[in-house]
């Protein structure tokens, strides 16, 4: 399983033709305690660097967006019991939605795990 990560501080864990979405720890950190999750629907189609999900904290309201496109095959249902999920275990139990890649070419433009730490200590 490779990790990749986006400038918008999503990560995407890519298991063969299909992948796990989230938002990385630096991102929960920055928005504080989460609320409530909007989560994709499965069967849905989304676009790279489209509107996928949307989080909501105590300080503001974020869109997640799709790190690539492909299809929602499943949505962590987990998260609209417990959005805190997201801040406790961020790159684990609170991921958002699972997609199967419609052109893995598109994950080469995502940073490794190196270059996402170095892109976060710039912020």
């Known amino acids: 399983m490779t990790v990749h990560y986006t400038q918008e501080h999503e990560w995407i ?11 990385t ?3 929960q950190g920055q928005l504080g305690d989460i609320v409530f999750v909007e ?9 790279k660097g489209g509107d996928a999900a949307v989080v909501e904290s105590v300080k503001a309201a974020s869109d ?3 790190p690539v496109s492909g299809e929602v095959i499943e949505a962590n249902h987990a998260l ?13 139990d609170g991921w958002f939605f699972k997609l199967r890649l419609s052109d893995p070419s598109e ?5 490794d795990a190196e270059a ?8």
């Open 64 to 66: 997640v967006y799709a």
């Open 39 to 47: 989560l994709p629907e499965p069967g849905r189609q989304v676009t």
């Open 116 to 123: 996402y730490r170095t892109f976060c200590e710039q912020q």
């Open 107 to 111: 994950l080469d433009g995502l940073m």
């Open 13 to 23: 864990a890519v298991d063969g033709d299909s992948a796990t979405v989230g938002i």
């Open 80 to 92: 609209s019991d417990d959005p805190s999920l997201v801040n406790t275990a961020p790159e684990g």
């Open 25 to 27: 720890d630096f991102a």
